[in-house]
Every structure is written in C-alpha cells, then in structure tokens.
C-alpha cells in the first residue's frame, strides 16, 4: 500500500508517495517507486564512513573521553554534518556535500566566518585534502579563517585532521595542530 505526504520545498507544496521498508519505517520515494538517488563520489563515499563519534587519542595512544567530532551523514544521503568539539565554547560545524564532480566544505567557525574549502581529487592515497575556496563574512586579504586542512585515514578506526589557518593574506604563524582521533565504540 503506498501512502502519500505533503512536503514543502522551497516554497512548493509536493505530493509524495511514501513506502513502508521492510522494518516499518517510511521512506520517501522518487518518481519510478525509488528513493531518490544522491551523487555517486569517490571522496564523499569515503566521508560517509566516518559517521559516528570520535573521541581524542591520548598520549599512550588510547581513546580518551574527550569527544571530538560527531559525524552524521543526512539529507537522504546528500550531505554529511560534522560538529566538532560539541557542547564546548569551540564547538564549529562543517557540512559536506557534492557539487558537480566536486566535494565542498563548508566550515561554520567559531570566528564567525564561513570558509568554503574544495576537497583536492588528486589526494594522496589515505587522505583527503583541502583547499581555500572562497567563503562567506571574511575577506581572505584580511581576515583570519581556516584556509586548508588535511584528514588522514589510518584505519577504519583511527583518523588525523589537521589544518592551516591564514590571518592578513598569509599563513598564520600558529598552525592548527595535528590531531589524532579514535571512532568511539
């Protein structure tokens, strides 16, 4: 039996029919009985995986209890949310998603702008890189703002992120640091 819900998007009023999953639950479908598809990428793929909570990695390379990040991927799959540092006066988010054959980034930082970062196709292997890509409420001549940053994936349990930050149109003379994280069991 297909059902039907009312959605509004974008100002338009949709009739979507609606499926029950073999667990019960309602999924919204597309136009040949299908959810809707989400972009097929290799690096946002790769992002997806890391969907759970990440606490810090001590020093004698044990998790701690300190959580880090909280990666949930949503938006039927086309967007990955990332908080980091949740609950703490630091806490950042960023949102991935893919536009064109490109994975962007957009980090909402705790300095109040909102750098837009391209993820680099030509990676190395284990890693996925950054760069500045415009942004929004700063002026990258001028302002301080995240302006790279580096996620290494060491094993499906264990990541590094780092980063660089640029003040007046050059590096910053205090990098960001690299840190070491541990998916919470």
Known sequence: MTRRNLVLVCGTLLVLPLALTARGEEKVKGKEGKAPSTPTNVIFETLKTLEGTWVA?????????????VVKVTAGGSAIHEVIFPGQPMEMISVYTVEGPDVVMTHYCVLGNQP?????????????????????????????????????????????MSGSAWDGGAPCKEQCCVTKLVRKK
Not at 57 to 69: A, H, I, M, N
């Open 57 to 69: 990695e001590g020093e004698d390379g044990k998790p701690t209890d300190q959580v880090v990040k």
């Open 116 to 160: 837009r970062l391209k993820a680099d196709p030509k990676s190395p292997a284990g890693q996925i890189r950054f760069e500045f890509d415009g942004g929004a409420n700063l002026d990258p001549k001028k302002d301080k703002h995240m302006h790279s940053a580096a996620l290494t994936l060491l094993d499906d349990s264990h990541i590094e």
